[in-house]
């Protein structure tokens, strides 16, 4: 009996990780780097660099536009969108606030940044009206959080002190996120935490984290939550993409603590991770340079599903497809149901 049921406990444990991909597919190919993404109309919009924006469409591959915003050969990093405009920050000093409307694709800036130091790692849209942003510290290492609201882009006056070479990663726009009571952002450098802005009280709190970190190449990468309480961060070394200690965590009280999982036994540097929509938090996929994977018991253990490589940001279609983004292509992933 004590067999058979470890045998039916294995099968499970098989079962779990049964998750195949049925189809994967090149819609985009092109002399770009991409690490911010939308789904939006039935399209991929994309930002990337040499100042390219475009879409593809994604029941007709061959219906894409792809234009420069500007003449200058800007890097974008983040892409964001409201019910009528996409957004987009260059990186780099000056930092210019791109507002691309939906239906002409013309575009303006709509804000600059003109400190030496600006350098905008993630762009959020909580809703229709309320968006947020963060770039690299200025001198006084003070957190620095743009606010956009009523339709006006503005610095969010706060009192956060910074850790020193504590920074952040403009590595696929998801080190940032937010529900209707929290917007988190995931910092990484020499100190990796999290810092929570409750919308109620305007008050920023600040959580220290187990992530690696002490390194300017280490810490947490992309954050996504599915409540107030449930949330993943993944991340690692840039310069070690093997290296796979302590670069996943979870938590369950909204950013406050942090448990460690899967270390030593995941695929490594990780840039995007995102949970799967309809599972509560179970399912989730993730991608770093060298490999997509995926958890199905809530980020506990993961699975390499494939060794695709140079992709540095997903983003769900539907609960069984996925949309990939990185050096030169993007790529549309189909699961087995």
């Not at 092109?30 to 924006?53: C, H, M, N, P, Q």
Request: hydrophobic share 35%; proline share 1%; net charge positive.
């Amino acid at each position: 009996m004590k067999k058979l049921i470890l045998i039916v406990f294995s099968f499970l444990g098989i079962f779990t990780f049964s998750q195949q991909i049925e189809s994967f597919e090149t819609i985009l190919n092109d002399k770009i780097s991409i690490r911010a993404l939308e789904v939006d109309g039935g399209k991929v919009w994309y930002s990337g660099t040499d100042s390219k924006f475009g879409f593809v469409d994604l029941k007709n591959v061959k219906n894409q536009k792809q234009i420069r915003l500007s003449e200058k050969k800007l890097q974008f990093r983040t892409l964001a969108q409201d019910k009528n405009s996409f957004y987009a920050i260059n990186i780099e000093s000056p930092a210019y606030f791109f507002k691309i409307d939906k239906e002409s694709l013309k575009s303006e800036t709509v804000f600059t940044d003109t400190a030496k130091t600006a350098f905008y790692d993630a762009l959020h849209f909580v809703n229709d009206k309320l968006a947020y942003t963060f770039s690299d510290a200025d001198k006084d290492n003070m957190l620095k959080l743009a606010v956009y609201r009523d339709g006006q882009w503005g610095m969010f006056k706060n009192k956060v002190q910074l850790n020193s070479g504590e920074a952040a990663f403009a590595a696929s726009n998801t080190n940032i996120a937010s529900t209707k009571k929290y917007l988190w952002v995931a910092t990484g450098g020499k100190s990796s935490r999290i810092l929570r802005l409750n919308f109620k009280t305007e008050k920023i709190e600040t959580f220290n984290t187990p992530f690696i970190q002490g390194e300017y190449s280490q810490g947490m990468y992309s954050i996504d939550f599915y409540d107030d309480r449930f949330g993943v961060a993944v991340g690692g070394d840039y310069t070690k993409q093997d290296a796979n200690i302590n670069n996943i965590a979870t938590t369950n009280d909204g950013g406050e603590s942090w448990q460690i999982q899967a270390s030593g036994q995941n695929a490594g540097y990780t840039t995007c991770v995102k949970i799967k929509p309809g599972s509560k938090g179970k399912e989730m996929i993730s991608v770093g340079d060298q490999h997509i994977s995926y958890s199905s018991d809530f980020g506990k253990t993961w699975k390499k599903i494939s060794d695709e490589k140079g992709f540095f940001v997903c983003s769900w279609i539907n609960v069984n497809t996925v949309v990939f983004a990185g050096k030169d292509r993007i790529s549309v992933m189909k699961l087995k149901s």
